[in-house]
């Protein structure tokens, strides 16, 4: 029953085949990311009518696409839906103006495992983070597993969706936030002041923060590793550093 329950939430966020696809395209429909295998003919319109709309496309070869339409015929094309609406940055910095707070802002920089931005997303909305940054190219997206993974979070926290996150973080500055970049090479977080504005960046899961990203922050902060262990996971790490946001915040 659990099988089959998952398999029909599945089914609802997926649309198989050229066709389909085209018409949801044509019809405006809430469409996330496309996987593709080819160019030409209708696999060209598709990318054409994708690029219009913003909408992002992955390569895909015909494993993945027979694994994202559980077997279903594909025709080399397979668009996701996506579960929520994305905001834009300016949404996000509106919620800590009509709470009257200093913004705190959590921007993921190329999270790609749906779960760790899932478990992102539950931590910032208990934390009391105004939103969620993502880019549109190498990061998961607000897909089912990420809902899932959130605990229903990801209905509550506004998650902004970028084509360029330098030029967001510029914006972001613009506009009251220092930017807290998270890496080994850092200071302590628990000596770090948070009780101004925040963007907290968080790191992709192999690689840590993009250089590009780097060079944009004003901070480098970074967890004590007591162990042989020297990382920990994405999600665990950006949980500690929201608390520790939230702990300064609530002393004030």
Same mark, same amino acid.
Not at 98 to 123: M, Q, S, V
Not at 192 to 211: A, K, N, Y
């Given at each position: ?29 809430? =469409? ?10 209708? %696999? /060209?319109? &598709?990318? @054409?009518? $994708?690029?219009?709309? +913003? ?49 705190? =802002? ?10 760790? %931005? /899932?478990? &992102?997303? @539950?931590? $910032?909305?208990?934390? +009391? ?49 220092? =930017? ?73």
């Amino acid at each position: 029953m659990e099988k089959e329950k998952i398999s029909a939430e599945k089914s609802a966020n997926i649309i198989c085949g050229r066709n389909p696809v085209i018409e949801a395209l044509k019809s405006g429909a809430n =469409i996330d990311t496309i996987y593709i295998n080819g160019n030409g003919g209708s %696999l /060209g319109l &598709i990318r @054409r009518l $994708a690029k219009d709309n +913003g909408i992002v496309v992955k390569d895909a070869d015909d494993k993945k696409l027979s694994r994202l339409s559980d077997g279903a015929s594909h025709q080399g094309v397979v668009a996701e839906g996506a579960c929520g609406e994305y905001v834009s940055v300016e949404d996000i910095l509106e919620v800590s103006r009509r709470k009257g707070t200093k913004p705190f =802002i959590i921007i993921c920089d190329e999270i790609e495992d749906p779960h760790n %931005l /899932g478990a &992102i997303i @539950r931590t $910032a909305e208990t934390s +009391g983070a105004d939103g969620v940054i993502i880019p549109k190219r190498r990061s998961a997206s607000l897909n089912s597993t990420v809902f899932k993974t959130s605990a229903g979070a990801a209905s509550y926290v506004p998650v902004a969706r970028v084509s360029n996150l330098a030029a967001c973080i510029d914006t972001l500055k613009e506009n009251g936030v220092w =930017i807290y970049g998270t890496d080994a090479s850092g200071s302590d977080y628990s000596s770090t002041d948070f009780t101004d504005g925040v963007g907290l960046v968080i790191g992709s899961e192999g690689f840590g923060m993009s250089q590009i990203i780097q060079k944009k922050c004003d901070f480098m902060i970074k967890l004590p590793m007591l162990g042989k262990i020297n990382s920990l996971n994405a999600s665990v790490a950006a949980g500690i550093f929201m608390y520790e946001v939230l702990r300064q915040r609530r002393s004030m």
